[in-house]
C-alpha cells in the first residue's frame, strides 16, 4: 500500500442503502467473533460517515485513520468515498505548514522575480529556493510518517474490505 498520494483515497459502488452499508461495516467490526486473528480496529459511528481508526493503546504519532462517507447513489444504492490519513492533528500540523510555507514561498518568489526585473540583487529568489526545500522537506516528512505507518494502515483496509465483502483498489 505505498502511495505518493499525501491522503490515498479510494470510491466504491454498492447496491444496498447507506444505512445497510453503514450496519453491515460497523455489526462485523464490533462483532469480534468473525474477524480475523489480529484485526485489532475501533469503528466510530455516524450517520453517513463511519471511521475506522487503531486502537488507542496500539497507536503512535503516524497512526492512520480510515474516513468513509457513505452517499446515496440513487435508489437503493450506495457510493462510499474512503479516504486515509493521519489523526486530526497531525493533517492540521502539516496543512497549516503548507499554507504558511507555500504563502512565504509565492511572496518571496514574486519578490525575487520584481528585484530581478528591476535590477537589484535578487535576494527574495535565494529565499524562494530555501522556502521550496522547506515545501519539499513537508513532503518527504509525509512520505515517511506514511511509510511508519504502512501495517497499520494495511489493517484498516483489510478490515474494510473484510466488512463489505469486497476488494477495492487505492488511487
Known sequence: MSSFRIRPR???RFDLEP???RARIVDYIAGGDERPPGSRVEVKNFPGYVTLRIPEEDQHFWSPLLNLSLDSGGE???VIHGIYGP?????TIFLYGYLLFGSLAMFAGLLGISQWVVGVKAWGLIALSVLSGVLI?????AQFGQKLAARQTYLLHLTYEAAVGRAVEIQ
Open 87 to 91: 489523526n486530526a492533528n497531525v493533517w
Open 10 to 12: 479510494f470510491s466504491q
Open 137 to 141: 522537506g513537508l513532503y518527504l516528512l
Open 76 to 78: 437503493g444504492k450506495t
Open 19 to 21: 444505512d445497510q452499508v
